[in-house]
């Protein structure tokens, strides 16, 4: 049976598991990318593990997000990254160089490799022909060390694109076609493969669109075929010798399938507040619209820009609208700036914002009280402009650029003669804002701004374990209240130490300090306890408060992965009954832990105080029962790399 082009990919990279869909498989990741947001904690999680240098072919740390210098919280992040990326051997994207997404596709990215990113438009990727999948910053900090990913072996879903798209309709067009039909629940637990005669007039940015926003349908994540338009796209980046050809065999089989007719097309939009509230811009209306935003990962590349400034050239922008532009890149800024579109955009009256996320992660270009904001992004939740009034729709650059200049939403099939745009031969591809790190690390100091705190690490699990009970809390406890998440506490994200003096807290103000007194101890929680968000600081918050144990009714999924990645043993009554024979303040002992855990799934709590025997269940897998053993994720990491 032939494989498709995902299985090939995974095929080449498996370790462990089986291609079998629903099993669990390990694969070896061949780059990594983190952004700012997430990559302090990254690399303090890298750091922890103690490896010297990254075993990755290729990693890089870009400054995208919080570019904004309002405090000196985020230079401090920045600096931090820049040398501790120079230390260990991670390319450094310095702020004002990019969007990572875009700066990857232009300068990193190699069809056939495997991509992991601790951001979630990481799939951007894909329209390489890179298997790109964007995870927690813990996976990122894992691979960095030469660790496998793991993750389900997701269904492979075939979309053909026929024909050819129509003047004025667009890469953001054929997405928003996905997302109408596949709705945002649509892509979970698969990869989107595209084929089809219909791919061959797409640019390799114009996939990248369409790779980006499989992101919105919640797949894995989303590839296209690496074709003579990937050799034509390298060649014109200075790297032609990056290329492969990547293809399915014919007779390869797809779990589901599913076919576009792109010449059937029209312009389309996402109205609030959600990706795939899917109509025609020609139904929706001509609404008035307030502001209008071009930019982030979706659509900055060179070609969007141009389309963009050729729609504005020799025209004035609405004197109700804001119009406000982000080229993707520092490649694309100076080619825009160099050709004169750049001074076009500036004559018709746009607002030039630096080459990075900007107002698509909030820094800066909140839209006023119910304003309608035409936006080429990727998500229109509510409040993520900034204002919670706000009406976001997600639209091309050229609906976005035409109803600039008209006030209102406008189809720009009424505007006259679409705009024609090449891909250049040639890119202008200067790394000089991209450091390379130092050749000897161990010379490199790296710089931690009073906002940088050492990651809390656990240690090998002792045969015994025991303590107090700290807190016993109710059922549905939430990631929110064991570790808060307020505009108070984000930015100390990367001060575990600071975010701990708040753990539990909504439970009990006195935890932290209970907590501390006795050096830890053990927590009783109801049922579904940890629900909510994948917040790792959930979990980081009590390992650096000394938790030991968490015996619950239940746990959610996601966060008794986390506390098993800390080294914090999740257990469940054995029955739910004893959940009242245990009580905050009892001293609680386990011996002979270490051969419980490994015999199976049994243990016995004794609580000394009621003098009673609890047993309770812990549900791992062989490599989750290593990971507590060796004391959490990263101790297991050091050993396996060593
Ligand atoms: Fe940045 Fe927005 Fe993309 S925050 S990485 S431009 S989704």
């Given at each position: 049976m032939g494989l498709n082009l995902a299985q090939k990919i995974i095929k080449e990279h498996l370790i462990s598991g089986e291609m079998v869909e629903g099993k669990e498989i390990a694969i070896r990741i061949d780059q990594t990318l983190t952004q700012d947001s997430t990559g302090t904690m990254a690399y303090l999680q890298f750091e922890a593990m103690g490896i010297p240098r990254v075993k990755t072919k290729k990693s890089v740390a870009y400054i995208d997000h919080n570019t904004l210098q309002a405090g000196f919280e985020n230079a401090d992040d920045?600096?931090?990254?820049?040398?501790?990326?120079?230390?260990?051997?991670?390319?450094?994207?310095?702020?004002?160089?990019?969007?990572?997404?875009?700066?990857?596709?232009?300068?990193?990215?190699?069809?056939?490799?495997?991509?992991?990113?601790?951001?979630?438009?990481?799939?951007?990727?894909?329209?390489?022909?890179?298997?790109?999948?964007?995870?927690?910053?813990?996976?990122?900090a894992v691979a960095m060390g030469g660790g496998p990913y793991y993750l389900t072996m997701p269904k492979v879903c075939k979309v053909t694109l026929k024909g050819k798209l129509r003047p004025w309709v667009s890469a953001k067009d054929i997405i928003l076609e996905v997302l109408r039909i596949m709705t945002v629940k649509g892509g979970v637990g698969k990869i989107i493969e595209y084929a089809g005669d219909g791919i061959k007039s797409l640019t390799v940015p114009e996939r990248a669109t369409i790779t980006n926003m499989g992101a919105e349908l919640g797949a894995t994540t989303s590839i296209f075929p690496s074709d003579e338009v990937t050799r034509e796209f390298l060649k014109a980046q200075g790297r032609e010798e990056d290329w492969v050809e990547?293809?399915?065999?014919?007779?390869?089989?797809?779990?589901?399938?599913?076919?576009?007719?792109?010449?059937?097309?029209?312009?389309?939009?996402?109205?609030?507040?959600?990706?795939?509230?899917?109509?025609?811009?020609?139904?929706?209306?001509?609404?008035?619209?307030?502001?209008?935003?071009?930019?982030?990962?979706?659509?900055?590349?060179?070609?969007?820009?141009?389309?963009?400034?050729?729609?504005?050239?020799?025209?004035?922008?609405?004197?109700?609208?804001?119009?406000?532009?982000?080229?993707?890149?520092?490649?694309?800024?100076?080619?825009i700036a160099k050709n004169g579109a750049l001074a076009d955009m500036v004559a018709a009256g746009a607002r030039i914002l630096e080459s990075a996320c900007g107002p698509c992660i909030g820094m800066g270009q909140a839209p006023k009280t119910n304003a309608v904001s035409l936006r080429t992004f990727n998500r229109n939740f509510e409040g993520r402009s900034g204002t919670k009034s706000a009406q976001v729709y997600l639209v091309s650059p050229e609906v976005a650029a035409v109803s600039a200049i008209t006030g209102v939403l406008t189809n720009p099939e009424e505007f006259g003669e679409a705009p024609q745009v090449e891909m250049p031969s040639e890119f202008i591809a200067d790394d000089n804002m991209i450091v390379p790190p130092a050749p000897e690390g161990e010379e490199v100091e790296v710089v931690r701004g009073p906002n940088i705190k050492p990651f809390p690490l656990n240690k090998e699990l002792e045969n015994e374990i025991g303590g107090k009970i700290l807190i016993k809390v109710e059922d549905n406890i939430t990631t929110d209240h064991i570790m808060p998440s307020n505009a108070k506490l984000l930015p100390y994200r990367s001060n575990v130490p600071y975010l701990a003096e708040y753990c539990l807290t909504p439970c009990d103000p006195d935890f932290p300090k209970r907590a501390k007194e006795n050096n830890g101890g053990f927590i009783v929680g109801g049922s579904n306890y940890g629900q909510g968000s994948s917040r790792e600081h959930a979990a980081l918050a009590p390992l650096q408060l000394g938790v030991k144990g968490v015996i619950a009714k239940s746990f959610a999924r996601i966060h008794m992965a986390n506390l098993i990645n800390s080294g914090i043993i999740p257990m469940t009554f054995e029955n739910e009954g004893d959940y009242d024979e245990i009580d905050m303040g009892d001293e609680i002992v386990i011996e002979n832990i270490i051969d419980q855990i490994k015999s199976g799934s049994r243990l016995i709590v004794k609580n000394k105080t009621k003098n009673k025997d609890i047993p309770v269940n812990v549900s791992l897998s062989e490599r989750q029962v290593e990971i507590i053993l060796a004391g959490g994720l990263i101790n297991y990491t050091k050993k396996q790399s060593k």
């Open positions: 920045h600096k931090y990254i820049q040398t501790v990326a120079a230390k260990h051997g991670v390319y450094f994207s310095r702020p004002g160089n990019g969007i990572c997404h875009q700066v990857h596709l232009e300068r990193f990215g190699v069809p056939g490799m495997t991509l992991l990113g601790s951001d979630s438009h990481t799939p951007t990727a894909g329209g390489l022909g890179m298997l790109a999948i964007g995870a927690g910053g813990l996976d990122v990547l293809k399915p065999d014919p007779d390869a089989v797809y779990d589901e399938e599913l076919e576009i007719d792109l010449s059937s097309l029209e312009p389309l939009a996402a109205k609030p507040h959600s990706p795939d509230n899917v109509e025609k811009v020609k139904d929706i209306g001509k609404i008035k619209v307030d502001q209008v935003a071009i930019g982030s990962c979706t659509n900055s590349s060179f070609m969007d820009m141009m389309k963009v400034a050729k729609i504005l050239k020799g025209k004035t922008v609405h004197p109700d609208v804001s119009l406000v532009i982000a080229p993707g890149s520092k490649q694309v800024l100076t080619m």
